[in-house]
């Protein structure tokens, strides 16, 4: 590995100066063949970079791991887990390396990060590699998710490898760049909590705090208003998730992040036709990450986490049990009124009226009962209050059940003083028209595999602009076709 003229990057890297004991140096096991499939230009730019220094040889090398940029720290962090419920002490980077740490140009501290680099100390029986379909998705979804404005780590380019892994079949490897607020996890603390060295606990601690939540430094408890900090930043977290259908699918406490960003696109999917049932992964056999348990998940991940915080909470348990359960009851609340407020946006309820809860319920209880797509049943929604109620309509099966409902939100908007077109144009600033739908994601990566990189190209302009329709682009709104709707995405990525 050489070491390459850095395309720009100042690094500041402040986990491996404040964390020894969470990771462990490390380099990546280099490329053949590198070649560049996705660049994120305005993320580029976001960072300070310059694009085509990235992309030229030299920037396509640190994108892939065969240089390393002056500055960088190439580590794999450690971290533990709860994974489908059981426990495992030692996971870690096990095919992943953070380079280190930028200062953005809003003076923002994120980190880059290889995923697919190769085995590290953490790998266990992995080979450490990632194909090139799975980090595309990656790619894909989080900037999907990113422009629907959902807190999320994003992707700043996917490099293949030239190299080809065994998976099911042999299929192409890839580097995938990730950024992120950091790579703090849940994982990260009870890695920490295990290793019974109080100090590193608070080191970490202190870290985050002035990382992610520096307003928890002046608090009475710190440690308790860090946990309360991040219960609520995942109750936003999960429901924003829950007012687009996404459906993460590995909500292991490893992939929670301190930050209260989505990370790590596994088997994660959007849901087709409103279900709470909803499952996409093929080894979540019981469904413990279905739709409708995130947030009940989220809090129980958020257990795992005071747990692991409780030495510090206080030094006499009892009171350090009572002070964190107190917190963690407060997460249902939370939840309650970010899914609240959030689904009334949708339904343009600009303020809260008493029986508005029940007007959501029942609506998407009458989505599930007909079976109405979750994207294009609350984006059709504007038109109905434009004057056009034909779209709404034509989505529910059983129409008379739908126009009742509607007659009530009806005259429940009609208590506002505020004019319909104004009402339509803020719902369709919530409610999406477009989003990675299974079967177009899948289109494009199958493409791309095959090196044709257009129809990735076209999904990613799409989806960049998810509020906007435009003329020409009905395929990437429509559901589907039922042939395609039995979806599963599978782990081995
Ligand atoms: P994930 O399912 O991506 O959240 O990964 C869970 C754990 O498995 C993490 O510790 C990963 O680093 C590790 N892992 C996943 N895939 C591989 C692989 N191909 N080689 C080595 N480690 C892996
Ligand atoms: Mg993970």
């Not at 500055?71 to 095919?95: E, I, K, N, W």
Request: with cysteine.
């Amino acid at each position: 590995m050489s070491v390459a003229a850095p395309p720009l990057l100042t690094f500041d890297n402040s986990f491996v100066r404040e964390l020894t004991g969470l990771y462990e140096p490390w380099q990546a096991a280099g490329a053949p063949a590198p070649a560049l499939l996705a660049l994120n230009e305005q993320l580029a730019v976001e960072l300070g970079l310059d694009p085509e220094a990235l992309r030229a040889p030299d920037g396509v090398a640190v994108l892939v791991g065969n240089a390393v940029p002056e500055g960088a720290s190439t580590v794999a962090q450690a971290y533990a887990g709860h994974q489908f419920g059981g426990y495992s002490p030692r996971l870690g980077d096990g095919r992943a390396l953070l380079l280190g740490e930028v200062l953005d140009v809003d003076g923002c501290r994120r980190d880059l990060h290889l995923k697919g680099s190769g085995r590290t100390p953490f790998a266990r029986g992995g080979d450490g590699k990632a194909a090139v379909g799975p980090m595309l998705r990656e790619y894909v979804i989080s900037e999907a998710m990113h422009a629907l404005c959902i807190p999320t780590t994003r992707s700043l380019a996917v490099v293949a490898t030239g190299e080809h892994i065994a998976r099911e079949t042999m299929v192409p490897g890839a580097v995938l760049t990730r950024v992120a607020a950091s790579h703090l996890r849940v994982g990260t603390f009870q890695y920490a909590a295990a290793t019974g060295d109080p100090e590193l606990l608070r080191r970490l601690a202190d870290y985050a705090i002035a990382r992610h939540h520096p307003e928890a430094a002046d608090a009475e408890n710190p440690y308790l208003a860090l946990f309360a900090s991040v219960v609520n930043a995942q109750a936003s977290l999960v429901a924003r998730w829950m007012l687009v259908g996404f459906v993460h699918g590995v909500m292991n406490t490893d992939n929670v992040a301190i930050s209260g960003e989505t990370i790590d696109y596994g088997p994660c999917a959007f849901m087709d036709a409103f279900d709470p049932a909803t499952v996409f992964s093929s080894i979540d056999v019981g469904g413990r990450y279905a739709y409708g348990n995130q947030p009940q998940v989220a809090q129980w991940n958020l257990a795992r986490f005071a747990e692991s915080l409780l030495p510090l909470i206080g030094s006499e348990p009892d009171e350090a049990v009572a002070a964190a359960t107190e917190v963690l009851q407060s997460f249902p609340g939370r939840y309650a009124r970010y899914w609240s407020h959030g689904m009334r946006g949708k339904l343009g309820l600009t303020y809260e009226r008493p029986r508005d809860d029940a007007l959501i319920e029942d609506l998407l209880a009458l989505m599930h009962a007909q079976r109405v797509d979750f994207t294009s049943g609350l984006r059709a929604l504007s038109s109905t209050v434009r004057g056009d109620g034909g779209p709404a309509r034509a989505l529910f099966a059983d129409s008379p059940e739908f126009d009742a409902w509607s007659q009530r939100w009806s005259t429940r908007l009609s208590a506002q003083a505020i004019d319909r077109p104004a009402v339509a144009d803020a719902m369709d600033r919530v409610n999406p028209v477009y989003v990675p739908r299974n079967h177009l994601v899948e289109a494009a990566l199958e493409a791309a595999t095959a090196d044709d990189l257009q129809p990735l190209r076209q999904l990613l302009d799409v989806l960049a602009q998810p509020f906007d329709e435009r003329p020409g682009l009905e395929a990437y709104a429509a559901p589907a076709p039922s042939e395609l709707a039995a979806y599963r995405t599978f782990c081995g990525t």
